[in-house]
């Protein structure tokens, strides 16, 4: 009997990239799923098929004694895609002290691939969880945000926050500081996304920052203004004030520009959201391309996204109260 979960992606209210370096991080669950079906095969080799918006649906199939992925497709682009699916699977068959299961795996998304809305951690949660399942371990979903932490951060070659995979486990708003995770109260942000079309490799784009971190003091400066900056929208978090919320916004989308993380068309993007009327608006995730976050309170910021040449889909998110859930 195959076993699914699936899991949220995400938006930044703020703290991306910064979070890397200990600073805190709002990161709100999204009404945009990963869901990742697991059936156990005998043979011990794993099979794993995706769908998904950006890449054409394939199919890959290798086993431990060839490790060779057998598609069509171009291998960088497998090896791309692959590697959070494998290590996922590998987590699972350790939380389940069965090292040589093998799997069927098939995923479908609606999140977009690499553009900054949580896509990794959405599959790496709901594989794991669905993985252990199907090998008879139920896994709480703080251990499931863990197990997917580690993931992460070994595909990221070392370089992870908790900030994406606690947000996809848990659901809701959270906040994240170090190994500090958190659930918060929030209230349904009127989150509109605008999306490029576009991906980026949020391992790339992280090392990037610490590439500037250890050249600049002013990078280690933004960096920890980012930190601040955040300690303040908790305050308006908490009592709802969207006004000051999406000025902070605002002041983000510049500081991670200052990072080097934004690109034209994020730009093109935040400002058109603002001439459409947003609270705020900044880009989301790791950047160079891929999403923005606005505060829409009345359709206007989504409109003028929809008529904005770098814009190829706006859309509005929802919070997601759930995180990874059995399906
Ligand atoms: N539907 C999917 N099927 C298979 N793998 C997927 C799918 N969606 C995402 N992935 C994996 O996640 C990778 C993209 O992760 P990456 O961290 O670069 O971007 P993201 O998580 O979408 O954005 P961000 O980390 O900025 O929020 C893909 O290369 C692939 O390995
Ligand atoms: C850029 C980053 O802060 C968020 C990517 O969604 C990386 C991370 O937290 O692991
Ligand atoms: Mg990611």
New binding site residues.
């Given amino acids: 009997m195959p076993t699914t979960s699936s899991a949220p992606g995400k938006v930044y209210l703020f703290g991306e990239h910064a979070v890397v370096y200990g600073e805190p991080a709002v990161p709100c669950a999204i009404e945009r799923r ?1 869901t990742v079906r697991v059936e156990e095969r005998d043979d011990g080799r794993l099979r794993v098929s ?1 769908a ?1 918006l950006s890449l054409d649906g394939f199919t890959v199939e290798y086993g431990a004694d060839d490790g060779v992925p057998n598609v069509d497709v171009p291998t960088a682009l497998v090896e ?6 494998d290590a996922a699977v590998a987590s699972a068959r350790d939380a389940a002290d069965r090292p040589d299961a093998g799997f069927d795996v098939t ?1 479908e ?1 609606d ?1 977009p ?9 959405a ?1 790496v949660v709901a594989g794991v969880d669905a993985a252990a399942r199907e090998l008879g371990v139920e896994l709480a979903p703080e251990t499931v945000a863990e197990r997917a932490y580690e993931v992460e951060k070994a595909v990221q070659s070392g370089e992870a926050s908790r900030a ?1 995979t606690f947000c996809s486990a848990m659901g809701g708003a959270v906040r994240v500081e170090g190994s500090d995770c958190r659930t918060l109260d929030a209230p349904d942000l009127p989150f509109v996304v605008g999306y490029d079309g576009t991906s ?3 391992g790339d784009l992280v090392a990037g920052v610490r590439a500037l971190r250890e050249q600049y003091d002013f990078a280690r400066d933004t960096v920890e203004s980012i930190g601040d900056l955040v300690r303040r929208g908790e305050d308006a978090l908490r009592e709802g004030d969207v006004e000051e919320l999406g000025r902070l916004m605002d002041v983000d989308h510049g500081l991670l520009a200052a990072l080097g993380v934004s690109a034209r068309s994020l730009d093109e993007m935040v400002w058109a959201a603002r001439d459409g009327g947003a609270a705020g608006a900044k880009l989301t ?2 950047g160079g391309g ?1 999403c923005i976050v606005a505060l829409d309170r009345d359709d206007g910021a989504e409109t003028a996204l929809s008529l904005t040449p770098a814009c190829e889909e706006a859309f509005r998110a929802r919070l997601a109260d759930e995180g990874v859930r059995a399906e």
């Fill in positions: 990963a995706a998904d791309a895609a692959m590697g959070y699916v995923i998304s999140i691939l690499g553009a900054g809305l949580g896509s990794s951690a599959v994406d980026h490799d949020t995730g790791a891929g």
